[in-house]
């Protein structure tokens, strides 16, 4: 059964595809890799659109494991939407997260291939993310034709900062996120330019390797206050 929460998201992605019928939606805001109680207030004071958890992937310094996730979500605002992202997890891990409602989304980080995607379709009716790396055209075209509900277009290793070559990147039908180097200094000319569905924030809201409330107060209002020219 469809939670509430993403047939509104839903709704919206069926906004953006009629985007030339009907006036666009505004650009969403994603604040990626949450690890503490202090991350889940910052973001509720903020009110993204998105949060995201790195789950069971130690590799990462933002990682949680699953217990950790639950906690921290029972804090999150009612209104902003968890993601969690894997990276090449088994897929019984993001079904599960999924299917008791611990995550909205999940994102899939690592080398899933359409059948993974196809898998964990037939384990969960929820929404799910993959992300790309953007290195050629190629790739872009690639992540067009994913069966994936959404799409990112990322610089490759999450949280470096790290932009890709925006020029790679056509006009896009289907709604997307865009990630990498993402921050107050370049998120409205990327918008302006790319007009992605959202915007993928980590280390850039980031002090001292920790997310910073304040940066991520400027981030979410940056954005609020972008008009677009389409």
């Given at each position: 059964?469809?939670?509430?929460?993403?047939?509104?998201?839903?709704?919206?992605?069926?906004?953006?595809?009629?985007?030339?019928?009907?006036?666009?939606?505004?650009?969403?805001?994603?604040?990626?890799?949450?690890?503490?109680?202090?991350?889940?207030?910052?973001?509720?004071?903020a009110?993204?659109?998105?949060?995201?958890?790195?789950?069971?992937?130690?590799?990462?310094?933002?990682?949680?494991?699953?217990?950790q996730?639950?906690?921290?979500?029972?804090?999150?605002?009612?209104?902003?939407?968890?993601?969690?992202?894997?990276?090449?997890?088994?897929?019984?891990?993001?079904?599960?997260?999924?299917?008791?409602?611990?995550?909205?989304?999940?994102?899939?980080?690592?080398?899933?291939?359409?059948?993974?995607?196809?898998?964990?379709?037939?384990?969960t009716?929820?929404?799910?993310?993959?992300?790309f790396?953007?290195?050629?055209?190629?790739?872009?075209?690639?992540?067009?034709?994913?069966?994936?509900?959404?799409?990112?277009?990322?610089?490759?290793?999450?949280?470096?900062?790290?932009?890709?070559?925006?020029?790679?990147?056509?006009?896009?039908?289907?709604?997307?996120?865009?990630?990498?180097?993402?921050?107050?200094?370049?998120?409205e000319?990327?918008?302006?330019?790319?007009?992605p569905w959202?915007?993928?924030?980590?280390?850039?809201?980031?002090?001292?390797?920790?997310?910073?409330?304040?940066?991520?107060?400027?981030?979410?209002?940056?954005?609020?206050?972008?008009?677009?020219d389409?």
């Amino acid at each position: 059964m469809k939670t509430e929460e993403n047939n509104t998201i839903r709704q919206g992605r069926g906004c953006a595809d009629r985007k030339q019928q009907e006036k666009p939606v505004r650009t969403r805001i994603k604040i990626c890799g949450l690890t503490r109680l202090e991350d889940i207030q910052a973001v509720n004071e903020a009110k993204p659109d998105f949060c995201g958890f790195i789950v069971e992937f130690p590799k990462s310094r933002r990682n949680v494991t699953a217990a950790q996730l639950r906690t921290l979500r029972e804090k999150l605002d009612e209104s902003i939407l968890p993601v969690g992202v894997f990276v090449n997890a088994p897929v019984e891990l993001p079904a599960q997260l999924l299917n008791e409602g611990t995550i909205a989304l999940a994102q899939l980080h690592g080398q899933e291939d359409e059948a993974y995607i196809r898998q964990l379709k037939t384990m969960t009716d929820q929404l799910l993310i993959k992300a790309f790396s953007i290195k050629t055209e190629e790739d872009v075209k690639s992540a067009i034709r994913s069966e994936a509900d959404y799409i990112l277009l990322d610089q490759g290793a999450g949280g470096t900062g790290e932009t890709f070559d925006w020029n790679l990147v056509p006009a896009i039908k289907r709604p997307w996120f865009l990630a990498g180097g993402l921050g107050c200094d370049n998120l409205e000319t990327a918008i302006k330019m790319l007009h992605p569905w959202a915007a993928d924030l980590s280390s850039s809201v980031e002090t001292d390797g920790h997310k910073d409330p304040d940066k991520i107060a400027k981030a979410v209002q940056t954005v609020r206050n972008i008009k677009e020219d389409f």
